[in-house]
């Protein structure tokens, strides 16, 4: 059987090699968020999307406001919050700070040359700001790679105690679902990078073409957290953590969930609260710009942001 195994991942690498691509992919400018024409709306207007650069001197019930700093995963761009933002907005009073991962959103040149450190910036960098400014009800929403970036700082001690009222998970990936992507550091430097099959919507929002250097520094980053987890540690005083997963979708393993609820306890020791989603979807809170949408993951996708909207109103 491991014979077998290995045969075949012999083969897996034998065609990708054979098929693969140049080390520069060819970039539709006009279309692709990898070119140099697209850029996240973040870059352009700041002060839209980030509530330290929205509100010079907040008020007292300002402060008190709970605000989320939102961060989206690997690839990706603030878009992927967009639709939470607009829901909150109509149902809710609160403060949300879309933060863009560093090396995100801009050429594909200036992904592939960032390293995990880098996208993990951006988020310490609000979470500074706002802490200057005083605001005391601070969250954090993560999709996909956001979580084991916060999960690492938390780690870190970074994010101390009541630094963090509630933090939200929505399908973290410790475990990637795709084993092959552990080879990614042996056929990587051969390939250059991999395609993604964004849709033409998607294209403008999540790169198309994927660095191996930046799968490589993905697989480091969860590496650590995993090694975290299987130590296991203790969420900060005054946090408490919420993970949402889907029982099965291409980009994390449900393991991930297990990991985290086994690895994490909230300060005193209890564990952490996990839920289950009978969904397919990788990040089941960002609908639009997918080919085929059901009602059933509208459902979903509502009833997750009321879950995180009365937590956040508690």
Same mark, same amino acid.
């Given at each position: 059987?491991?014979?077998?195994?290995?045969?075949?991942?012999?083969?897996?690498?034998?065609?990708?090699?054979?098929?693969?691509? /140049?080390?520069?992919?060819?970039?539709d400018?006009?279309?692709?968020?990898?070119?140099? +024409?697209?850029f996240? %709306? /973040?870059?352009y #207007?700041?002060?839209?999307?980030? @509530?330290?650069?929205?509100?010079? #001197?907040?008020?007292t019930? +300002?402060k008190?406001?709970?605000?989320?700093?939102?961060? *989206?995963g690997?690839?990706?761009?603030?878009?992927?919050?967009?639709e939470?933002?607009?829901?909150?907005?109509?149902?809710a009073?609160?403060?949300?700070?879309?933060?863009l991962?560093?090396? *995100?959103? =801009?050429?594909?040149?200036?992904?592939?040359n960032?390293?995990?450190?880098?996208?993990?910036t951006p988020i310490m960098?609000e979470?500074?700001?706002?802490?200057e400014?005083?605001y005391?009800?601070?969250?954090f929403a993560?999709?996909?790679?956001a979580?084991?970036?916060?999960?690492?700082?938390?780690?870190?001690?970074?994010?101390?105690?009541?630094?963090?009222?509630?933090?939200?998970? $929505?399908?973290?990936? @410790?475990?990637?679902s795709d084993?092959?992507?552990?080879l990614?550091?042996l056929v990587?430097?051969?390939?250059?990078?991999?395609?993604?099959t964004?849709? %033409?919507?998607?294209?403008?929002?999540?790169? *198309?073409? =994927?660095?191996?250097?930046?799968? #490589?520094?993905l697989?480091?980053?969860?590496?650590? @957290?995993?090694?975290?987890l299987q130590?296991?540690?203790?969420?900060?005083?005054?946090?408490q953590?919420?993970?949402?997963?889907?029982?099965?979708d291409d980009?994390?393993? %449900?393991v991930s969930?297990?990991? $985290?609820y086994k690895?994490?306890?909230? /300060?005193?020791?209890?564990?952490i609260?996990?839920q289950m989603?009978?969904s397919?979807? *990788?990040? @089941?809170? =960002?609908?639009?710009? =997918?080919?085929?949408i059901?009602q059933k993951?509208?459902?979903t996708?509502?009833?997750v942001?009321?879950?995180?909207l009365?937590l956040?109103?508690q």
């Amino acid at each position: 059987m491991k014979t077998k195994n290995i045969l075949l991942k012999l083969f897996v690498i034998s065609l990708l090699i054979l098929t693969g691509c /140049s080390s520069d992919p060819e970039i539709d400018n006009a279309t692709m968020l990898d070119g140099d +024409q697209i850029f996240d %709306a /973040s870059l352009y #207007n700041p002060t839209k999307y980030l @509530v330290s650069k929205a509100i010079n #001197n907040p008020t007292t019930d +300002q402060k008190n406001t709970p605000v989320v700093i939102a961060v *989206h995963g690997y690839s990706a761009t603030t878009f992927e919050w967009d639709e939470f933002r607009t829901y909150a907005d109509a149902n809710a009073n609160i403060l949300i700070s879309q933060v863009l991962l560093g090396g *995100h959103g =801009r050429t594909y040149k200036e992904f592939k040359n960032s390293t995990w450190k880098n996208w993990q910036t951006p988020i310490m960098t609000e979470y500074n700001a706002l802490r200057e400014k005083g605001y005391t009800n601070i969250n954090f929403a993560g999709s996909s790679t956001a979580c084991p970036l916060v999960l690492e700082l938390i780690k870190s001690g970074k994010i101390a105690d009541n630094g963090m009222k509630n933090i939200f998970l $929505i399908d973290p990936i @410790v475990i990637p679902s795709d084993k092959l992507l552990t080879l990614i550091g042996l056929v990587g430097p051969m390939i250059g990078y991999f395609e993604a099959t964004n849709t %033409a919507t998607e294209d403008n929002y999540w790169y *198309h073409f =994927r660095p191996q250097e930046t799968l #490589n520094e993905l697989l480091d980053l969860i590496d650590i @957290v995993r090694k975290y987890l299987q130590k296991g540690y203790q969420l900060p005083a005054g946090t408490q953590l919420k993970v949402y997963k889907s029982i099965k979708d291409d980009t994390a393993d %449900a393991v991930s969930a297990v990991l $985290i609820y086994k690895g994490l306890k909230n /300060s005193d020791g209890s564990t952490i609260d996990v839920q289950m989603i009978d969904s397919e979807l *990788h990040v @089941v809170t =960002r609908l639009e710009g =997918r080919d085929t949408i059901t009602q059933k993951d509208r459902d979903t996708q509502k009833q997750v942001f009321d879950n995180m909207l009365m937590l956040l109103m508690q």
